[in-house]
Nanobody
Framework: QVHVVESGGGAVQPGGSLRLSCVAS?????MAWYRQAPGKQRELVAV???????DYVESVKGRFAIYRYSMKNTVYLQMNDLKSDDSGVYYCNSPEGNLNSRHFSYGHRYAWGQGTQVTVVP
């Protein structure tokens, strides 16, 4: 099974930026970033599909960008203008679940990583 390792999190002030990385041990295709805030369920935040189509939860549109370089096993999440509500543990996997009005059913194809903690505090 393909494993993923997330990194790049940290503590930043509101308005700051971080770039998260998701490195897979094998080939990956459609990917997503998830966020789990304390006491809440893990939620889809950003999705990258096939030929480069992307989608984002409304709260991060215009601030976050999910991307990968062609034929690479790494997916990134550039996060700008961070807000306190962006805090949580970020994970990557294939898209599964609801994002705005869309439902993704790719299944969680990869073994979950440990995630990377993002903390936005004044």
């Amino acid at each position: 099974q393909v494993h993923v390792v997330e990194s790049g999190g940290g503590a930043v002030q509101p308005g700051g930026s971080l770039r998260l990385s998701c490195v897979a041990s094998g080939n990956i295709s459609d990917m997503a970033w998830y966020r789990q805030a304390p006491g809440k369920q893990r939620e889809l935040v950003a999705v990258l599909i096939g030929g480069g189509g992307t989608d984002y939860v409304e709260s991060v549109k215009g601030r976050f960008a999910i991307y990968r370089y062609s034929m690479k096993n790494t997916v990134y999440l550039q996060m700008n203008d961070l807000k306190s509500d962006d805090s949580g543990v970020y994970y990557c996997n294939s898209p599964e679940g609801n994002l705005n009005s869309r439902h993704f059913s790719y299944g969680h194809r990869y073994a979950w990583g440990q995630g990377t903690q993002v903390t936005v505090v004044p």
